[in-house]
């Protein structure tokens, strides 16, 4: 094999863990050829994709496990224990902060046999599925009942409910439907030590601390997560759009914190700066789009309150064309790869602050950005709402003489800028492995002490994905 190893050697696993790995679940699931080990090696964290163009991947795995249920994960986590294999799970593998990696030479756990639809609950609005289901195949279960789970990353056709639950993950139609945590009733797990944890679904209990909490973003170091147990939503009988422009992103943000404040809950709100809004609608003009859905009787009241307090803080109608733009582009990667071949970096960055903060926050993010050298864009939109605050999702591109140095100082920037303005480093995408020198500002080192203490007392032997999330101890 000649592929330049850049971010961890290959260590190898013993030929007495892949062989029992074979006899617990079948030698044709388990591979070692070249072809697989290269496929897993990757996620979607910009800056292996940039090395990969170049002949470099950031680790290859040793071997490739793909268990059918949860029983054979248990062996297989009982044999890592006794061999102390390092396992990285694997879900769709489009995590964007290099958190599916297998660094060290793990082995890769690919859960996307386990892609079943159980059950629908249609009384109590409650639908189990395997974890490695992709979104798109969960959705296409739901709706052909006539149901919705209401979670609609970008990512929909590449991304798994395992990784979703793994990673926090929000959808583009959270403002209405709530973000995953609030999806997820109940789970079955696989602890590091082969014993399954079993989280009945119920709206809500009182019981200790949230079991769940401990998964809703574990990003795979501290268990399995085999199935989930999520509310969904009939089909929403009226989906109705508008959108307004905007002299200001603060006048944008003032009106849509008053118009949640008055209790409308549109499922779809973003506000788009000067130069997305061009990148979108062709007119650089900062703009606003809702999409309200569900039954007729509160979604025309919710759009004309909507209507009447956006144009009181200065909103200019734009009728329904650029919702219906952004409803054709809304899983388009755009120009992505095609910069990144002719040797720019391409990124996002998505982060969280309370309204008082948010225009601050934004502006201070795109000035830090853009003075790092190398940098010719960086624009940002806001979307994913609360009654308190918002998610500034921020893209940037770069031609840099030095692509590491660029690409690190512009995180760096990114980081700095949203903390200084009382940020969260992140809002939806996780840790993974490149945002985990920043764990520190965000939690404390108390919050930090507190992860590793809970990550060494589920996981003594470090099995799982070790070295993401939290550093090891050094
Ligand atoms: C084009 C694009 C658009 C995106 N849009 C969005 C978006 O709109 N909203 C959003 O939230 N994110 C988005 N993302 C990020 C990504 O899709 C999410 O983080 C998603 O939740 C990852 O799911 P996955 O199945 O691909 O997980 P993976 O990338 O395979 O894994 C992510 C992490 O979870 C762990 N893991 C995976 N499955 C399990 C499991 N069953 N049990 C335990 N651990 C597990 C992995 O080890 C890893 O640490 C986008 C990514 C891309 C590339």
């Known amino acids: 094999m000649n592929v330049k190893i850049w971010l961890s050697k290959r260590a190898s696993v013993p030929s007495a863990f892949i062989n029992e790995t074979r006899r617990i679940i079948g030698a044709e699931n388990v591979s070692t050829k070249e072809c697989d080990l290269i496929a897993y090696s990757l996620d979607y964290w910009m800056y292996g994709v940039f090395l990969s163009q170049y002949g470099s991947l950031p680790s ?26 390092q396992i990285t799970p694997f879900g769709g593998g489009s995590g964007v902060l290099g958190g599916a990696i297998p ?84 789970m079955e797990v696989v602890l590091p030590d082969g014993s399954l944890l079993n989280i009945r679904p119920v709206p809500r209990r009182s019981t200790g601390p949230s079991l769940k909490d401990l998964f809703l973003g574990g990003e795979g170091t501290l268990g399995i997560v085999t199935r989930a147990a999520v509310s969904v939503h009939p089909l ?32 779809v709100v973003r506000i788009f700066d000067e130069l997305e809004a061009e990148r979108y609608f062709g007119a650089k003009k900062v703009t606003v789009i809702f999409i309200s859905e569900g039954e007729p009787d509160f979604v025309r009241p919710e759009k004309r309150l909507i209507s009447s307090i956006a144009v009181k803080h200065g909103g200019t109608s734009q009728g329904e064309n650029p919702v219906e733009i952004w409803l054709e582009k809304r899983f388009d990667i755009g120009l992505g790869p095609t910069i990144m071949q002719q040797g720019g970096i391409v990124d ?51 031609f840099p003489k030095d692509p590491y140095r660029y690409y690190e100082d512009t995180w760096e920037a990114a980081m700095e800028a949203t903390l200084r303005n ?44 070790r070295g993401k999330l939290i550093e090891d101890e050094r």
């Open 236 to 267: 929403p009988a009226l989906t109705s759009k508008q959108s307004f422009v905007f002299p200001s992103i603060e006048m944008a943000l003032e009106a849509v914190r008053k118009i949640l404040r008055a209790d409308a809950r549109p499922a």
């Open 103 to 186: 660094t060290n030479g793990s082995a890769i756990l690919n859960l996307q046999r386990m892609n079943r639809f159980i059950s629908l609950d249609e009384m109590s609005l409650v639908a189990e599925f395997e974890s490695g289901i992709i979104g798109a195949n969960l959705e296409l279960e739901l709706n052909h009942r006539g149901y919705s789970m209401g979670n609609i990353p970008q990512s929909l056709y590449c991304s798994t409910l395992g990784g979703w639950i793994s990673t926090r993950a929000v959808g583009q139609f959270s403002t209405k439907y709530g973000k995953i945590e609030d999806m997820v009733l109940g």
């Open 348 to 398: 996002t960055i998505e982060v969280v602050s309370l309204f008082k903060d948010a225009a601050n926050l934004y502006k201070d993010m795109l000035t830090s950005m853009r003075a790092v050298e190398g940098s010719l864009l960086v624009s940002g939109h806001f979307s994913h709402f609360y009654r308190e605050g918002a998610c500034l999702y921020i893209t940037f591109v770069g």
């Open 422 to 465: 009382n940020g969260s480093i992140s809002h939806h995408h996780g840790i993974g492995m490149w945002r985990m020198r920043f764990m520190e500002q965000e939690l404390g080192k108390e919050g930090v002490d507190l992860l590793r203490k809970i990550k060494s007392s589920f996981d003594p032997n470090g099995i799982l994905n």
């Open 60 to 85: 290859l795995p040793s071997v490739v496990i793909s268990p059918g249920n949860p029983q054979e994960i248990q062996g297989i986590l009982k044999c890592a224990n006794k061999y102390k294999v």
